[in-house]
């Protein structure tokens, strides 16, 4: 019980916090805490110098409350939180054997996550790894334990950039073969990282129960990759397992969109309005999800592929966002274009905003690929030719103004300027791409063109876009069942009109005819419009 002088000191003490004193607040509540060896008080001294942002001072309250009361496992939890937050990483391996110690065995595995999180967070990343190493080395032996000690041990290595250690963990955990939601996070670190051992975790983890947020970070991870059928098969799996899962209809969405399946991205999308408004049918506004802007966009961008301007137009009119401006904006331009109103779409592009020079960039980019869609070649390379007067070495404008050049006949001036583009910007894989493709396109410097190529692929693996250049290049080389091969795959991670024509041509020239017409017409319905197809179709002279 406190006797009236200590109440006294309280009451003084919760008056300076409230009036702005923590420090003299700091020293009551400790001072009284001492005193009455009161857990409370010792809190309370802790989170008055924590909110002051005090943090030797709540360190020292911490470890005075600790040393009063040995067995308090709060007390001993703040002084390790504290030391972590102070970046004292080397005084918190007796508290972290301390914590564990306390921790029942049913309980170590999460208790195993909770000190991952803590300790992730760490500025001194190399030495928070091998502190907890160090403290774990019982629980890395203990098969109860094992799993979650090595999970733990393998993301503090990651955190540290401690690569191949990283991996040898991460490989020990895939040994251990037990699902845990701490090594189902370190799979998508490591394949966030480009870790070989990532995929093989993640693959493991899903056998068996997995919360569906961690297949949906998985796909997309694979989406980023470019491995849309990987992704898809994520995906549906969320939504067969939880239908109501607003995220994966907009992911599906997105996904099938890209795919250019208009049709069924467009369910998709409807139904994730349709659970977004479900949702928020019980408050008094509507309230908006974080995606509800995209699926608004992108049911505008079907409207478009359609031709059915009035929709396209309609659903822009959703957009509330004033972030989204740029892009509401820019699809409003794109649908003038498209209905012959050229002049009137490039002056809603030049109202933009410009206050910076990002923004000025931004918006020119944005009328230069007005006038290309609309075969403005000439008039585009003039504008672009300009701003690469004005401001020198920037390598997407550069890029841009050689894709042009090359829709005016003028492949030196291409090779020039993607030449220029490479110089500002070595690991800008498209011109290296967009270089090797032309080369081999117009069957000159093969050997030079395959290597280009094969830089590109080195930079962005697996992009179909850049796989369907080196399989152009083997056809050019003669290589044609490796062409057909590269090809085939490009295909299938990717239906796109373009690769659908080489795939075509390649197996057209090894007799294969009706299977590249099966091919041809797949790509008819994808973009009958491509020019690669059109001009493929007619000097094989194809018909069907």
Do not use: C
Not at 50 to 77: F, H, I, T, V, Y
Not at 110 to 135: G, M, Y
Not at 148 to 166: E, G, S
Not at 181 to 197: D, I, K, N, V
């Amino acid at each position: 019980m406190l006797d009236d002088a200590l109440l006294y000191q309280l009451l003084l003490a919760e008056i300076n916090s409230n009036e702005g004193e923590p420090a003299a607040a700091y020293a009551l509540f400790l001072d009284a805490a001492r005193k009455a060896n009161d857990a409370q008080l010792y809190h309370r001294a802790v989170e008055v110098a924590l909110q002051s942002r005090a943090g030797d001072a709540a360190l020292q309250a911490a470890r005075s409350w600790k040393e009063a009361q040995p067995q308090s496992q709060q007390a001993n939890r703040y002084v390790l939180q504290i030391l972590i937050g102070l970046n004292r990483i080397s005084e918190t391996l007796e508290p972290l054997k301390a914590e564990l110690a306390s921790v029942e065995p049913a309980q170590r595995s999460f208790a195993l996550n909770t000190i991952a999180r803590q300790f992730l967070r760490a500025a001194d990343k190399k030495s928070a790894a091998q502190v907890v190493e160090t403290a774990l080395q019982a629980e890395l032996k203990a098969p109860q334990t094992a799993a979650a000690a090595w999970t733990v041990v393998a993301r503090l290595r990651l955190n540290a950039a401690d690569l191949p250690a990283a991996d040898a963990a991460a490989k020990r955990v895939l040994e251990l073969n037990q699902a845990t939601e701490g090594a189902a996070l370190l799979a998508l670190e490591l394949m966030a990282q480009g870790r070989a051992g990532g995929e093989p975790l993640m693959l493991a983890q899903l056998q068996g129960k997995t919360e569906p947020g961690i297949r949906m970070g998985y796909a997309r991870l694979l989406l980023q990759a470019q491995r849309y059928a990987d992704a898809s098969i994520q995906i549906q799996t969320v939504i067969e397992q939880q239908p109501e899962d607003e995220a994966a209809w907009l992911m599906q969405g997105a996904l099938q969109l890209e795919k250019q399946q208009f049709a069924e991205a467009e369910v998709s999308l409807q139904r994730y309005l349709a659970l977004v408004q479900a949702r928020s049918a019980s408050l008094a506004g509507e309230e908006r999800g974080p995606g509800t802007t995209q699926a608004y966009l992108y049911l505008a961008d079907i409207a478009t592929r359609r031709k059915d301007y009035a929709a396209a137009q309609a659903w822009l009119e959703h957009v509330e966002d004033a972030q989204e401006v740029v892009g509401v904006q820019t699809r409003r331009a794109n649908i003038l274009a498209l209905q012959g109103k050229l002049d009137e779409a490039r002056r809603v592009v030049q109202g933009l905003p410009g206050r910076n020079p990002e923004e000025l960039r931004s918006r020119l980019l944005m009328e230069a690929q007005l006038l290309r869609e609309a075969k403005q070649y000439q008039i585009a390379y003039e504008l672009l030719r300009q701003a690469t007067t004005d401001a020198a070495g920037d390598a997407e404008v550069l890029y841009e103004q050689a894709m042009l050049a090359e829709k005016l006949d003028q492949p030196v001036e291409m090779e020039r300027l993607l030449r220029a583009v490479i110089a500002a910007k070595p690991d800008y894989q498209a011109a290296y791409n967009a270089l090797g493709y032309s080369l081999a396109d117009r069957n000159q410097r093969l050997a030079e063109a395959k290597l280009l190529i094969q830089k590109a692929l080195e930079l962005a693996p697996g992009d179909p876009f850049i796989s369907d250049s080196l399989g152009w290049v083997e056809f050019r080389l003669g290589n044609k069942a490796e062409a057909a091969r590269i090809l085939e795959a490009a295909y299938r991670a990717r239906p796109d009109a373009e690769i659908g024509a080489h795939l075509g041509e390649v197996l057209w020239s090894l007799g294969k005819k009706e299977l590249a017409i099966g091919f041809w017409k797949e790509a008819t319905k994808l973009n009958a419009g491509n020019e690669t197809l059109g001009e493929t179709l007619k000097r094989l002279q194809v018909k069907w």
